[in-house]
């Protein structure tokens, strides 16, 4: 497949995590001579049966190996950081996984595959997860992937015809040639600032997903999603929660409804998006007009939507006792994302808190602080979210938290256990990430679903479901 291109290049593997590992195996199916290297001795240890393939494994290095001729870096590699810098300093060209897979997957004997890649700061799974189904419904063969979980090199090698495709913010900064057929950007708020320096360039890694497009699909509810689209080609088409206009996919009534692929065409009920919420509803939206730019019809549209079944973390409904719910949606990591959470419930003891990387969560309590009943705050920064609970929501009774981990996580839920009141809804969305406390979201969701059920355990009217 790839003789001519990889036999024989030298290739540095940045990064022995998943894409790093699935970048290694292909590289040497193809030919090429590899290096990996990772901080991490463990990682790096856990890649030892690649040995045997040819590669080297070279712990910590800071500059690439004399006559190296390209590197791959994991997604997590900051541009400035020693190794990356070192090689962009020297003339190597330095890439990401999801490129080395746009690479590969041009040159499969049958034909590359049809990509349709959505990024935004949030929604960006749900929406990747409810375009596979849709997609699947109309008989495609289609896996979803990259950031989603599955590394692009390990779907591309799979053989598979269409790939929904999730990219964050990192994934694209490392891209250069990549054109999916359909792009769209769902949205964009503060995040991984701490990573890009700026909104700014946040936005222009974004926009990367709109090259070379046959249609770009935007949120025209969506300030920076209008802006970023400014970059794409001729064909644009928008969705919207409002009833949607000539080359728009949007909400009449109670269907879903196409006027950008058709006249007037119902893709599907309102009641047939799940979960509910309207960050879910322009999710669908967005995946419907993806699948839509690939020709699918709209009985699949409403098919794969009905099919569709959400992610962990997800707002899931963890429990239900003496009409307080407890909710999970430990994947709100960042404001915006929290938001949307909120608003989908009137009375609210809000469990949050976390790393913020340098976002802000003055606005997110001003546009809620009508909502919240009380609020336990855990994490590092904690202390933002009591300033700004002070500024904008004065009267809401507000619970620190000061352990970490399980334990911390048992009593944030007891203190909100407390204070919930018949109506109200117990909800993890902590607009933060979790690795102050926790290994990662699913971690943390996990710590809070236990947390709830331990809580619970002696309140007989108390129904869990599983986390």
């Known amino acids: 497949m790839a003789d001519s291109r990889y036999r024989g290049l030298r290739v540095l593997v940045a990064g022995a995590g998943v894409s790093g590992r699935s970048a290694a195996e292909a590289l040497l199916a193809a030919g090429a001579e590899v290096t990996v290297t990772d901080g991490s001795a463990d990682r790096l240890a856990a890649l030892a049966s690649l040995e045997s393939q040819g590669a080297q494994l070279v712990p910590g290095l800071s500059t690439p190996p004399e006559d190296t001729d390209l590197v791959v870096t994991s997604p997590g590699w900051r541009p400035d950081a020693p190794l990356p810098a070192a090689a962009a300093a020297g003339g190597i060209e330095v890439i990401g996984e999801v490129e080395l897979a746009w690479w590969l997957d041009q040159e499969r004997p049958e034909g590359p595959a049809t990509w349709l890649a959505v990024t935004g700061t949030n929604g960006k799974t749900t929406t990747v997860s409810m375009l596979e189904s849709i997609l ?19 779907a591309v090698r799979a053989g598979h015809r269409v790939l929904a495709v999730e990219l964050s913010s990192f994934q694209l900064h490392w ?9 769209a950007v769902l949205n964009l708020a ?13 936005g222009e890694a974004k926009a990367k997903v709109f090259a070379g497009n046959d249609v770009a699909v935007f949120n025209a509810d969506d300030e920076w999603s209008t802006r970023l689209v400014e970059a794409a080609g001729d064909r644009r088409v928008s969705f919207t929660l409002g009833v949607p206009q000539a080359g728009q996919l949007g909400v009449d009534e109670d269907r879903l409804v196409d006027r950008a692929f058709g006249e007037d065409v119902e893709l599907a009920l309102l009641s047939e998006v799940r979960p509910a919420g309207p960050h879910n509803v322009a999710n669908a939206l967005a995946a419907a007009a993806l699948a839509r730019a690939h020709g699918v019809e709209p009985a699949a549209v409403a098919a794969g939507l009905r099919d569709f079944e959400p992610g962990a973390h997800r707002s899931v409904l963890i429990a239900e006792a003496d ?13 915006h994302a929290a938001d949307a959470a909120l608003r989908a419930h009137d009375s609210v003891v809000w469990i949050a808190g976390g790393l913020l990387k340098g976002a802000d969560v003055d606005e997110l309590v001003r546009a809620n602080a009508g909502r919240l009943a009380t609020a336990v705050l855990i994490g590092r920064d904690r202390g933002e979210f009591s300033a700004a609970l002070g500024r904008h929501a004065p009267d809401v009774p507000v619970h620190e938290v000061a352990s970490g981990d399980d334990a911390g996580m048992l009593e944030a839920v007891r203190l909100a256990h407390d204070s919930a009141r018949p109506g109200s809804v117990v909800l993890l969305a902590p607009a933060a990430a979790s690795m102050d406390m926790f290994t990662d979201y699913a971690h943390r969701g996990r710590a809070f679903a236990d947390a709830v059920r331990d809580v619970l355990s002696e309140t007989p009217a108390a129904t869990t479901r599983g986390g």
């Open 323 to 335: 009409d307080v719910s407890y909710v999970d949606d430990s994947k709100a990591t960042n404001p």
């Open 190 to 202: 503060d995040d991984h600032l701490d990573w890009h320096g700026s909104l700014e360039s946040y």
């Open 136 to 154: 699947r419904a109309a008989g495609a063969d289609v896996v979803a992937c990259g950031n989603v979980g599955l590394p692009v090199v390990d």
């Open 175 to 183: 891209q250069r040639a990549l054109r999916p057929k359909a792009g």
